[in-house]
C-alpha cells in the first residue's frame, strides 16, 4: 500500500504526563512539533490518573503540568469490565479506543513509545480494525526505548521466556517503521533478538538489522535557549539558591541514576565545603536517599526538591555549576540516551557531569566531564574541576560547543526527520 500524501491525525501512545519520565515528554514535543507542521488533530492515548496513582511510577503535582496546543488532546479510556475481569482491563480500554480511531478512514499515523505494553496495543488495535472491514487508512512507528530491552525482552531471553519475547519482537517488527531511541538501543534489542533466533530458529535479529532506525528524543531547545538572565536569578532567589553556588541533579530517583553516588562524590569534593547539592525530582529512592542525605557529614548543603515544574526547570539549569548524572546500568534500567542531559546543554548552565554507560555519549558527544561508573573518587575530581578549574571564558566557552551539539535533538528537526517518510515534503525543509 502507497503511504499517504498528508496526515490528517496523529496518535501517541504513551506514558504521558503526569509520570516523569523524558519520553513522557518526548510525546508532548512531538505533539507540538504536529502542531506546528500543520496536522490538525493530535491525540495522546495514554491511562488514567488513578491507575498512574496505584502503579509506583514518580509522578509530577498535576497543578504543574502545562496545557497543551490547541489541537492536541490527552486521552484516558476508561477500563473494561468490572473486578471479574482480574487483568488486562485498562488495556483492554486503550485498545477499544485505537480501533474506534483506525476505522473512521481518516489518514493516521499512530506512534507508540515503549514497546510493552504500547505498540502490543496498537498491533492488537490494527488487526481487530482491519477485521471489521471499515477503511482504515493508518501507518505506525514504534519506537523502542531502553526499558523496552532490558525490562521485557533481555529479562525474557534470560528466564527463557520465548513466547513474551516473540510477542515484543514481532509486534515491533510489525510497525511500518521501527526505530530505537539510540544506536546503543538498536545495538541491544539486535543482540536481544539474536540470543532469541540461536535459541529457537527464529530470524528477528535479521529483521532488526535491516528495518530498524535511530530516531534520538524530541526536546523542545525553545523553552531552554535565551532564557532572562533576571528570571533566572528570580527563579533561584525563590528556591535560595545562588548562580553557580550549585550541583544539580534533577531526574527520577531510583538507583540506576547513581544518586547516591553523587551524594557520596559531593562529601568527597573539596568544592563541597563552599557549594549546594540539589537534588530534584521522585521516585522509588527518594525515601533512602533521603535518609542517606541526612547522614552525611555534608548534611546542611544538601537539599531535596520534589516540586520542580517544567516550568521551572530550565532556569535551575541554567543557572548550575554542573549538572549531574553519573548514571549507572542496572538490570532493570540501562540509560540509553539521557534527555535530561541534553536539555541541561541547552540550557547553558555549567558543564555535565556523567558517566560512560548506555547511550549517554550519542547524547553529550565530547562536550561533558565523562567519569567512570561506580566512581564517587572520579565524581568529587570532576566537581572540584568545574569549580576551580575552569576560567569564566572557558566555562563560557563549553557552555556554547554543548549547546550548539544538543540543538540537532530539537523537536521540530526530529520530528521532520522521523515523519519524513510519510510525508515527503518534510525531507526538504
Known amino acids: 500500500m502507497s503511504e499517504p500524501d498528508r496526515i490528517e491525525r496523529l496518535v501517541i501512545i504513551v506514558r504521558a504526563d503526569p509520570v516523569i519520565c523524558g519520553h513522557s515528554v518526548e510525546a508532548r514535543n512531538l505533539a507540538e512539533a504536529a502542531i506546528a507542521r500543520g496536522i490538525p488533530d493530535v491525540r495522546i492515548l495514554t491511562w488514567p490518573i ?3 496513582e496505584a502503579s509506583g511510577l514518580p509522578l509530577k503535582p498535576l497543578d504543574t503540568i502545562p496545557d497543551y496546543s490547541p489541537g492536541i488532546t490527552v486521552e484516558r479510556p476508561d477500563p473494561v469490565g468490572d473486578y ?13 479506543r485505537l480501533v474506534e480511531l483506525f476505522t473512521d478512514g481518516v489518514p493516521t499515523v499512530a506512534m507508540s513509545l515503549y514497546l510493552s505494553p504500547h505498540t502490543l496495543a496498537v498491533s492488537e488495535a490494527l488487526r481487530v480494525a482491519r477485521a471489521t472491514g471499515l477503511p482504515v487508512n493508518v501507518r505506525t512507528i514504534a519506537e523502542a526505548v531502553g526499558s523496552d530491552v532490558t525490562n521485557v525482552v533481555r529479562s525474557c531471553v534470560d528466564a527463557g521466556r520465548f513466547g513474551a519475547a516473540a510477542q515484543v519482537l514481532a509486534a515491533y517488527l510489525d510497525a511500518d517503521h521501527p526505530v530505537a531511541v539510540s544506536e546503543y538501543t538498536r545495538d541491544l534489542i539486535i543482540s536481544s533478538a539474536d540470543d532469541v533466533d540461536r535459541m529457537h530458529g527464529t530470524r528477528f535479529a535479521e529483521q532488526c538489522r535491516d528495518r530498524v532506525a535511530i530516531s534520538y528524543p524530541a526536546i523542545d531547545a525553545s523553552a531552554y535557549l535565551d532564557l532572562d538572565e533576571a528570571e533566572i536569578d528570580d527563579v533561584l532567589a525563590a528556591r535560595g539558591l545562588d548562580r553557580d553556588g550549585y550541583i544539580l541533579f534533577l531526574s527520577r530517583l531510583t538507583r540506576a ?8 562524590g559531593f562529601e568527597r569534593s573539596r568544592a563541597g565545603d563552599g557549594l549546594q547539592l540539589v537534588i530534584a525530582g521522585r521516585g522509588p529512592e527518594a525515601a533512602a536517599l533521603r535518609e542517606r542525605a541526612a547522614n552525611s557529614p555534608k548534611s546542611a548543603s544538601i537539599r531535596f526538591l520534589d516540586d520542580v515544574s517544567d516550568t521551572e526547570k530550565p532556569f535551575l539549569m541554567a543557572g548550575c555549576a554542573s549538572y549531574a548524572l553519573p548514571s549507572k546500568p542496572r538490570p532493570e534500567f540501562v540509560e540509553t540516551f539521557g534527555i535530561a542531559l541534553a536539555e541541561a546543554m541547552l540550557a547553558g548552565g555549567g558543564p555535565v557531569i556523567t558517566a560512560d554507560t548506555g547511550g549517554i555519549l550519542e547524547a ?3 562536550t561533558a566531564l565523562i567519569v567512570p561508573v561506580d ?3 572520579a565524581i568529587a575530581d570532576a566537581i572540584d574541576h568545574v569549580a576551580f578549574a575552569l576560567t569564566r571564558d572557558e566555562r563560557a566557552a563549553a557552555a556554547d560547543r554543548a549547546r550548539r551539539y544538543a540543538l540537532q535533538f530539537d523537536r521540530q528537526a526530529v520530528f521532520d526527520r522521523l515523519f519524513a517518510r510519510f510525508l515527503p515534503a518534510l525531507a526538504e525543509v
Open 375 to 377: 566512581d564517587p573518587d
Open 84 to 96: 471479574k475481569v482480574v487483568d488486562g482491563r485498562h488495556l483492554a480500554g486503550l485498545i477499544g
Open 257 to 264: 541514576k547513581g544518586v547516591d553516588d553523587l551524594i557520596a
Open 364 to 366: 553529550v558527544g565530547d
Open 50 to 52: 488513578d491507575l498512574l
